[in-house]
């Protein structure tokens, strides 16, 4: 075994026990266990299990990404005022400068693609195990926690009519043309479910600060350039790996839609409607998640005369009667 098969066989082992530990509960249920839809809600189930245990690193990765946007403007005077300074002591001086300030406010660049890295292992497992299906059957193996009876099972699976192991660059077995126009349909998904989960982000979640900064320019250029390099990855995908990838970017989709309505960024279009919609209840403005007390009070105060505005009754004007 070489040296990324050793450091991926527990990510392996586990994915496929996840999965194992589904199919066998949907079995005892009554699904038939050489099903495509039993294997497929196992799939499913594994999304559910690895989202869940990452909310807590979600909830970190929101207060960095926040952290993030708040500390650009002070970035930007930092790049300023080194700006045309090409010697050493200035470099030094400069990136002793932007720690200080990623230490100030709790953050760092890499702190908001941790739930990516963290999943990534366990993408590349699954991928790993769903690829090495008809590998295993034709050798009368297991891989990981499926014995070869499952493995078999497995292989043999189907829905519509396209086998979980197939995938549209390589094939597979079972009906092509299925394949085809099932492998098509998952990744228009999964790429254009990423594609609006970002997008819903920079129109609702983010500050005008922040949205002229030169990190968000680079962060629009990857909302393209993302979606195309999955949708043209996705064509080695196997069928299992584009439903696990799509199913979890709708569990990301979903998230986002409720951290933007309930726990928005401070100075966003979200945040700025959420406190005009508390302030028409009567409610206080919440404690923004990685936001500043100041920046809740302004907020609650900008909502209230919003609203009083939208709200304050004109008096009529009686026009003066012109005496006969």
């Not at 990510?11 to 038939?32: E, Q, Y």
């Not at 309930?262 to 028409?280: H, I, N, V």
Request: net charge positive; glycine share 8%; with cysteine.
């Amino acid at each position: 075994m070489d040296f990324f098969g050793t450091i991926m066989a527990p990510f392996k082992w586990l994915v496929s026990a996840i999965m194992v530990g589904f199919h066998d509960g949907l079995s005892t249920l009554g699904m038939p266990a050489a099903n495509g839809w039993t294997w497929t809600l196992s799939i499913i189930g594994l999304v559910l299990v690895i989202r869940a245990a990452l909310i807590p690193v979600f909830v970190k990765q929101i207060k960095a990404q926040r952290g993030m946007q708040l500390l650009q403007p002070d970035l930007k005077k930092m790049q300023d005022k080194y700006k045309g300074k090409t010697d050493q002591l200035s470099r030094q001086a400069m990136a002793q400068e932007q720690m200080a300030l990623y230490k100030k406010h709790g953050t760092n660049p890499f702190s908001a693609c941790l739930p990516m890295l963290i999943q990534m292992p366990f993408f590349f497992a699954l991928f790993q195990v769903l690829s090495g299906i008809s590998t295993a059957k034709a050798g009368g193996q297991g891989i990981g926690a499926m014995s070869p009876e499952q493995v078999k099972q497995f292989d043999e699976s189907t829905i519509f009519g396209a086998p979980l192991s197939a995938s549209l660059l390589h094939g597979g077995g079972g009906n092509q043309t299925s394949v085809w126009i099932l492998s098509i349909v998952m990744i228009l998904a999964m790429t254009a479910s990423q594609f609006i989960t970002q997008k819903q982000i920079m129109a609702k979640n983010m500050s005008e600060e922040a949205l002229a900064s030169p990190f968000m320019r680079q962060q629009k250029m990857m909302l393209y350039i993302l979606p195309i390099v999955f949708g043209v990855g996705g064509i080695n995908f196997p069928i299992g790996v584009l439903i696990y990838w799509t199913t979890t970017n709708l569990w990301t989709m979903g998230q986002q839609f409720f951290v933007i309505r309930r726990m928005p960024t401070p100075g966003s279009p979200a945040a700025k409607a959420l406190a005009e919609r508390r302030a028409a209840r009567g409610l206080p403005a919440l404690p923004l998640l990685g936001g500043k007390k100041a920046d809740a009070e302004a907020a609650e105060a900008s909502a209230a005369t919003a609203v009083e505005a939208k709200t304050q009754r004109v008096q009529p004007q009686r026009k003066n009667r012109k005496r006969k």
